[in-house]
T-cell receptor
Framework: DGGITQSPKYLFRKEGQNVTLSCEQN?????MYWYRQDPGQGLRLIYY???????QKGDIAEGYSVSREKKESFPLTVTSAQKNPTAFYLCASSGGGQGPPGTYEQYFGPGTRLTVT | AQSVTQLDSQVPVFEEAPVELRCNYSSSVSVYLFWYVQYPNQGLQLLLKYLSGSTLVKGINGFEAEFNKSQTSFHLRKPSVHISDTAEYFC??????????FGTGTRLKVLA
């Protein structure tokens, strides 16, 4: 079955530690995204990548880093510089066809709930 | 810059009643519009999208939305809701780049 997987579902870390969230897709999509979801704030874009070895900052990139070494994978590292990292993190992918950018639906993973204490 | 406004954070409605979830956007260029649904502790899934053509778009689970360019709106409607429609609904817009902007969401609570 094609889809996006995120692991783990729940993650607990101590303040000051870096943590990496996994995101893998087998949909052959070109673009991948990371969003942060907080109650009442909707989805806010952290980073996105249009193609392998290239990525752009979203609206709230400070304290986060990403890599895109393979088409299928787009891991997100939450660094100790992120002041309020506790949140629900969603990974998404889109594309893979001939249409112009922005016309594709995004496929979302099940999310990772990160708690930092 | 684009923005998406979902004015209603919560909408309670009785089962089998109609519902409308409102979405307004602002953009200096033409946009593509999407509605997604999120069930608790899950990712989002697409309900419907508007790219061009007919302004009335039909989606899954009996939902439909109407694109109104003059009012910059893309409201979501369902003529008769079920308990299973209880979820959070997000409107999103793309300005024809790879970037999508989401609204803050509307929690639909269907009451028995």
């Amino acid at each position: 079955d094609g889809g996006i997987t995120q692991s783990p579902k729940y993650l607990f870390r101590k303040e000051g530690q870096n943590v990496t969230l996994s995101c893998e897709q087998n949909l052959n999509h070109d673009a991948m995204y990371w969003y942060r979801q907080d109650p009442g704030q909707g989805l806010r874009l952290i980073y996105y990548s249009q193609i392998v070895n290239d990525f752009q900052k979203g609206d709230i990139a400070e304290g986060y880093s990403v890599s895109r070494e393979k088409k299928e994978s787009f891991p997100l590292t939450v660094t100790s510089a992120q002041k309020n990292p506790t949140a629900f993190y969603l990974c998404a992918s889109s594309g893979g066809g001939q249409g112009p950018p922005g016309t594709y639906e995004q496929y979302f993973g099940p999310g990772t709930r990160l708690t930092v204490t | 810059a684009q923005s998406v406004t979902q004015l209603d954070s919560q909408v309670p409605v009785f089962e089998e009643a109609p519902v409308e979830l409102r979405c307004n956007y602002s953009s200096s260029v033409s946009v593509y519009l999407f509605w997604y649904v999120q069930y608790p502790n899950q990712g989002l899934q697409l309900l419907l999208k508007y790219l061009s053509g007919s302004t009335l778009v039909k989606g899954i689970n009996g939902f439909e939305a109407e694109f109104n360019k003059s009012q910059t709106s893309f409201h979501l409607r369902k003529p008769s809701v079920h308990i299973s429609d209880t979820a959070e609904y997000f409107c999103a817009v793309s300005d024809r780049t790879y970037k999508y902007i989401f609204g803050t969401g509307t929690r639909l609570k269907v009451l028995a």
